[in-house]
């Protein structure tokens, strides 16, 4: 078991990463500016420096932070709901059942680009409702799961390759989707992010306790008087939310959510009404880390963060799924 | 007809095609401790699962103190009724104390409790009892098999119900810890006035810590009553196919089980 006292510590830790982190973010590229000329640019007096940084780097460290929470927030709670460690909305589909929605309303229809998230939405609740119906056998096996998440993922997947490349990847909206490139990213696009995350995460707080109990039998949660199936729906459409709007943002991003809950449950516990705030901070350390690894490794060029993401979770999911017979809380 | 807390009528349940209860009608007294006996497969489990809401009649009706258990909200029927499942999984990292604490979920509202006092309470009445209280920093994981029966338990007591259902609750423990357990049950059937429904495998058990026995076979209810009464060489003829000899002990009918 964890101590309260590591718990806290690794509260602590984390932030003052996220924050260091966030000073080198600001400062990597080629304008420089001082933690001092930072606060002093932003709040007492303008400068020139601190203003362009301020539209062109603030929204896309903002939307990694908040993102990345999102999705590592999704990824714990696709873990309670599904009993399952090796659960993540990038693996599983529901991120490029989302992302392939907000592809077709950005081709087809840009003028509704402001129900993009809706969409986004719907796309990946049906990518789950495929996921649960399909892989459903009298009960969800873990790794049924996963097989039938990778090929859902990758009808997605292919489905929303082809469309950008039927439009001659002349969108340049439908291709930052497709790419999961956050680097022409906007404060309005922040902004859709930003309402949607708190409403996700606030409720996924809400739902914490119910997660907790989802980890003892089936039978053992329903003779407490807690509805299963309610429970677990409601637990699916949070994580489902916070996934798609990440990716309608973003575009999709696949291990963040199985990583970062991963790491999260060694450092403090299994008891979500701790491991979801944590999973929230560690999360955005998490993409924004990867984010800015990739601008500063290739310089002047740019890897995307789902790119670093993929690189370093890959070979992360195969230790996970060689170490799965445990099983999820046992 | 006031001393019967479960009314069963006309029960049927299938699954799929394979019909397992058959038109079964019981009744259940309070304040006893009753065993359901039976060959594998002849539906007791079954029977168990519908007596507690876990599944759905598929005809007849099932009444909890004269009320269709249809009807009572899966909440509703927690704080009445609290079960001990036979197979049990908890986070490797999950201490004693909060497990037990679960048992007062169906008090809460929205994950927040009304009474935070009479949780406590409860929570340190059913530690005491069960005899947890010393490990209940421990995780669940680290307790051996009869520790960690007793934490279920004990998170069932924290439901703080006059009814307690129990699947199997010695199978997997070794004898003293099956005795324990069994002590536990009929201490709590005693003194605390629960009403005590168990499914028990050891026939020797159950005729032991029982005041009432049902004897199930191809689901239906083949016999009804006293131990004594009910289990005789015949009845596990019937029951289990095998031919058994009985003894009387301290007044009591045993089976040599060889």
């Excluded at chain 2, 020797?204 to 005789?232: C, F």
Aim: with cysteine; proline share 3%.
């Amino acid at each position: 078991m964890v101590s309260t006292r590591k718990k806290i510590l690794a509260f602590a830790i984390t932030l003052a990463g996220l924050l260091v982190l966030f000073l080198l973010a600001v400062n990597t590229g080629s304008l420089k500016v001082t933690p001092g000329e930072l606060i002093r640019g932003l709040f007492v007096e303008y400068n020139e420096n601190v203003a362009a940084v301020y539209d062109l780097r603030f929204p896309r460290i903002f939307i990694a932070m908040f993102g990345g929470g999102a999705v590592a927030v999704s990824g714990v709670l696709l873990q309670a709901v599904m009993k399952n460690p090796l659960a993540d909305p990038g693996i599983i589909g529901i991120s490029s059942g989302a992302s392939f929605a907000a592809v077709i309303i950005t081709a087809f229809f840009p003028m509704l680009y402001f129900v993009t998230p809706l969409f986004a939405f719907l796309g990946g609740m049906a990518a789950c409702v495929l996921v649960y119906t399909l892989s459903w056998k009298g009960d969800l096996s873990p790794l049924r799961i996963i097989l039938v998440g990778v090929a859902v993922n990758a009808v997605f997947t292919g489905l929303m390759s082809a469309f950008n490349s039927a439009s001659g990847s002349s969108y340049s909206g439908v291709a930052s989707i497709v790419n999961a490139n956050i680097s022409m990213k906007t404060w309005e696009d922040f902004q859709t992010l930003l309402i949607y995350v708190v409403i996700g995460l606030g409720a996924s707080l809400f739902v914490s306790g119910q997660c907790n109990l989802l980890a003892l039998e089936d039978k053992t949660v329903r003779s407490l008087g807690i509805d299963v199936t309610k429970s677990r729906i409601l637990v699916s459409v949070i994580a489902v939310m916070l996934a798609s709007i990440a990716t309608a943002i973003m575009g999709p991003i696949s291990f963040l959510g199985l990583i970062v809950p991963h790491i999260a449950r060694l450092l403090v516990g299994s008891n979500h009404k701790v491991l979801i705030p944590y999973a929230i901070v560690l999360g955005a350390f998490s993409l924004l880390l990867a984010d800015t690894i990739g601008r500063t490794i290739a310089m002047p060029y740019e890897i995307s963060a789902s790119v670093i993401m993929s690189v370093a979770g890959g070979p992360f999911f195969i230790i996970l799924l060689r170490r799965s017979r445990k099983g999820y809380g046992q | 007809m006031d001393n019967d807390v479960f009314k069963v009528e006309n029960l049927s349940f299938a699954y799929g095609r394979h019909q397992v209860i058959r038109d079964l009608s019981l009744t259940l007294s309070k304040n006893r401790i009753t065993t359901i006996i039976g060959a594998n497969g002849c539906g007791k489990s079954t029977l168990f699962h519908l007596l507690t809401k876990n599944l759905q009649p598929e005809r007849g009706s099932i009444f909890v103190n004269g009320k269709n258990i249809r009807d009572i909200p899966l909440k509703d029927f927690a704080r009445e009724a609290a079960i001990v499942h036979q197979y049990n999984t908890a986070p490797v990292d999950l201490s004693v104390e909060k497990l037990i604490s679960y048992g007062r979920t169906p008090y809460h509202t929205m994950g927040i409790s009304k009474d935070s006092n009479e949780d406590e309470k409860k929570i340190r009445w059913a530690m005491e009892i069960t005899n947890t209280e010393k490990y209940k920093d421990k995780a669940v994981s680290q307790l051996s098999g009869g520790q960690k029966q007793r934490v279920w338990i004990a998170m069932a007591l924290a439901q703080d119900t006059k009814i307690l259902f129990l699947d199997e609750p010695t199978t997997y423990l070794d004898i003293r810890y099956q005795l324990q357990i069994l002590r536990l049950i009929r201490q709590l059937n005693r003194e605390y006035k629960i009403t005590i429904i168990m499914v028990l495998h050891d026939i020797n058990q159950s005729l032991y810590y029982s005041d009432e026995i049902i004897a199930m076979k191809e689901g239906r209810v083949l016999k009804q009553g006293k131990p004594e009464t009910v289990v005789t060489g015949e009845l596990i003829r019937s029951v289990y196919g095998v031919s058994l000899n009985m003894r009387e002990v301290d007044g009591k009918p045993f089976v040599l089980p060889v």
